[in-house]
């Protein structure tokens, strides 16, 4: 079992920065993907960044150019997201693939103010 714990999230104007954190815990062995995804309100959940074991990553079009994730150590991923758009606001969660399983952490709230 990996247990995830997102932080970072708040409340930003519009052009400001955020950074999100997301710590592993548990049976941490052999993560192979760390990701972050998000979900307005009455939007469904969509894909944001995600980096693998090796270091590649990947973005969605919306925040590509405007936010970089990366990892330290094995378990800990980042979001850093700048520009920040009122459409960003959302729910973030951070989620890992281990052994063909997908681990969620609770996510954390991203407001952006116009």
């Known amino acids: 079992q990996v247990q995830l714990v997102e932080s970072g999230g708040g409340l930003v104007q519009a052009g400001g920065s955020l950074r999100l954190s997301c710590a592993a815990s548990g049976t941490i062995f052999r993560i192979n993907v760390m990701g972050w995804y998000r979900q307005a309100p009455g939007k469904q959940r969509e894909l944001v960044a995600y980096?693998?074991?090796?270091?590649?990553t990947a973005y969605a079009d919306s925040v590509k150019g405007r936010s970089t994730i990366s990892k330290d150590n094995p378990n800990t991923v980042y979001l850093q997201m700048s520009s920040l758009k009122p459409e960003d606001t959302a729910v973030y969660y951070c989620?890992?693939?281990?052994?063909?399983?997908?681990?969620w952490g609770q996510g954390t709230q991203v407001t952006v103010s116009s």
């Open positions: 989620s890992v693939q281990q052994l063909g399983r997908s681990y």
């Open positions: 980096i693998s074991t090796g270091g590649t």
